[in-house]
């Protein structure tokens, strides 16, 4: 049984910084992803907030996930249109980060250091996007999946994971996958068969087969939605 949530675009939002630690707020966050015990968030002035929490809030769901220390970083080469952020996955457990500039019709490609750290971004390569809003990788196609809010698509790409590469990261060849979208927002994969997309456009969700990053016979959830932003699908149940 799959049970679709409607959830914030991060369960766990970061609030009751530790200012003690040196913490700092944040200016009209926009996207947060986490992973270990590194959560960092976008800001609406160009800049990132980046948080190392007591434990990992996504892997082990424990009650003291929350901010001990956060710091306000600005790498070289962020877009000052930058929106969301998102994780891809290496071959070799490494990841690189990718952020949505929505404004800017592309999406940068940042590399991270061992501690999670961002230390600089670039153009990812991507091309034909139109005000982009989320990124998800799939590794083992090594397919990429973005949401375009402005034109109501889903763009497949191809992208490289071997980390071992220089372009580790890098997308090209994107073309549209799936129909039927009314300004999508978020995507989430699960079991690597079916795709989840929020519409904000008609208050939807749609639901994908999925299958080499191709999406196919979507049709819609129109059960009481508000301008749904994120989603995360339960596959243990």
């Known amino acids: 049984v799959l049970t679709a949530l409607q959830v914030d675009v991060n369960p766990y939002p970061l609030t009751q910084l530790d200012t003690s630690g040196g913490s700092v707020g944040f200016t009209s966050p926009t996207g947060t992803a986490a992973f270990n015990s590194t959560q960092i968030s976008v800001n609406g002035n160009g800049t990132l907030t980046v948080c190392y929490i007591g434990s990992d809030p996504i892997y082990e769901n424990t009650p003291n996930a929350s901010p001990v220390a956060c710091t306000e970083?600005?790498?070289?080469?962020?877009?000052?249109?930058?929106?969301?952020?998102?994780?891809?996955?290496?071959?070799?457990?490494?990841?690189?980060?990718?952020?949505?500039?929505?404004?800017?019709?592309?999406?940068?490609?940042?590399?991270?250091?061992?501690?999670?750290?961002i230390s600089s971004c670039q153009d990812s390569g991507a091309i034909g996007l139109k005000q982009p809003?989320?990124?998800?990788?799939?590794?083992?196609?090594?397919?990429?999946?973005?949401?375009?809010?402005?034109?109501?698509?889903?763009?497949?790409?191809?992208?490289?994971?071997?980390?071992?590469?220089?372009?580790?990261?890098?997308?090209?060849?994107?073309?549209?996958?799936?129909?039927?979208?009314n300004q999508p927002n978020n995507i989430y994969l699960a079991r690597g068969r079916f795709a989840y997309i929020t519409n904000r456009g008609d208050n939807s969700v749609s639901v994908c087969g999925y299958s080499g990053g191709t999406l196919s016979n979507c049709n819609k959830m129109p059960y009481g939605f508000n301008q749904p932003s994120g989603i995360y699908v339960n596959t243990t149940c």
């Open 73 to 117: 970083s600005t790498p070289l080469g962020l877009s000052p249109q930058a929106y969301g952020i998102f994780y891809g996955r290496g071959y070799f457990g490494d990841r690189v980060a990718y952020i949505s500039n929505t404004q800017a019709n592309t999406v940068s490609l940042c590399t991270m250091s061992g501690d999670n750290y």
């Open 133 to 181: 809003v989320s990124v998800l990788t799939d590794m083992n196609s090594a397919k990429v999946l973005i949401t375009n809010k402005g034109n109501s698509t889903v763009a497949t790409c191809d992208y490289i994971p071997d980390s071992s590469s220089p372009d580790f990261g890098k997308i090209s060849n994107c073309t549209e996958t799936g129909s039927g979208f």
